[in-house]
């Protein structure tokens, strides 16, 4: 079992910044990769980015390349998201997640722990 806690959510302007860290306990960290998904009021939870187990691969969300960087900590057990030039569109409660698989894997079932989530509100 992995239980995984978020923060650093909040309220921003748009074109501004906010990091996200998520801190992981139980198994060990280092073992999954760890992805970063979103879901907007009314809409689906979508794919935000991905990182390896030794964070030597990343990969994004075209709707969020070049503003975003996913990166980890394995010492610190947590995992963060970067995201600069912020818009309203980013809006929405931002969840981390472990995948103990080695594929990789942009698909909510692809993952089997989450977070509870943080909430990332852009105003215009």
């Known amino acids: 079992q992995v239980q995984l806690v978020e923060s650093g959510g909040g309220l921003v302007q748009a074109g501004g910044s906010l990091r996200l860290s998520c801190a992981a306990s139980?198994?060990?960290?280092?073992?999954?990769?760890m992805g970063w998904f979103r879901q907007a009021p009314g809409k689906e939870r979508e794919f935000v980015a991905r990182?390896?187990?030794?964070?030597?691969?990343?990969y994004y969300a075209d709707s969020v390349k070049g503003r975003c960087t996913i990166s980890r900590d394995n010492a610190k057990n947590t995992v963060y998201l970067q995201m600069s030039t912020l818009k309203p569109e980013d809006t929405a409660v931002y969840y981390c997640?472990?995948?103990?698989?080695?594929?990789?894997?942009?698909?909510?079932?692809?993952?089997?722990?989450w977070g509870q989530g943080t909430q990332v509100t852009v105003s215009s």
């Open positions: 990182i390896g187990r030794s964070a030597g691969s990343t």
């Open positions: 139980g198994r060990t960290f280092s073992n999954y990769a």
């Open positions: 997640a472990a995948d103990k698989g080695y594929i990789l894997d942009t698909t909510i079932i692809g993952y089997e722990y």
